[in-house]
């Protein structure tokens, strides 16, 4: 077991269009004068996930607009004291944007666009980590027409991912 903190946003399905996932703020800090923290597992995720064919825990009608969706930011944060000291174990941090998928003719599907992912220490401190997966990707939503001919998919945008170790902080990854 570890520690998780998730704020993700996921959007529903209508039938002429579905609603629109934006992830919130998700973070994890270690701060303050000789801080610790220690897990076997950790795992920051703000996810946003727009509503449409791909998600339909209501029934098994589509819908003709996928909802976007849009990552929100996760984040883990060290420092500013060199006294503290993490181990934050096999870690994942996600900012993942899904557009929703849609159906008939004239359909859309959802823009996806990954948000902003990032592990920082500063002021000195140390943090160990088995192993980092940091995904901040987006998805457009897939669109289908029975004709074949008038649907669209979405759009899919990238997220920013920043890795940074400022005034002495030591960010061990892969070291245990």
Not at 47 to 60: C, H, K, V
Request: glycine share 28%.
């Amino acid at each position: 077991m570890g520690v998780a903190a998730a704020a993700n946003g996921q959007g529903q399905i209508g039938t002429s269009q579905s609603g629109d996932g934006q992830g919130g703020t998700a973070s994890i800090g270690v701060t303050g004068t000789a801080s610790s923290f220690q897990a076997p597992t950790t795992i920051v995720l703000a996810a946003g996930n727009g509503g449409g064919n791909n998600f339909r825990p209501l029934g098994t009608f589509t819908t003709l607009a996928g909802g976007g969706g849009v990552g929100g930011q996760a984040s883990i944060t060290i420092g500013p004291d060199a006294s503290s000291t993490a181990d934050f174990g096999n870690t994942s941090i996600g900012a993942t944007g899904d557009g929703g998928g849609a159906a008939g003719e004239n359909s859309a599907g959802g823009q996806g666009e990954g948000g902003t992912a990032s592990i920082a220490g500063t002021g000195g401190g140390t943090a160990q980590f088995n192993d980092v997966t940091i995904d901040t990707s987006g998805t457009g939503g897939g669109a289908t027409s029975p004709s074949g001919q008038t649907a669209s998919s979405g759009d899919a945008f990238g997220g920013v991912i920043n890795v940074t170790a400022t005034v002495g902080t030591t960010l061990a990854i892969g070291a245990n």
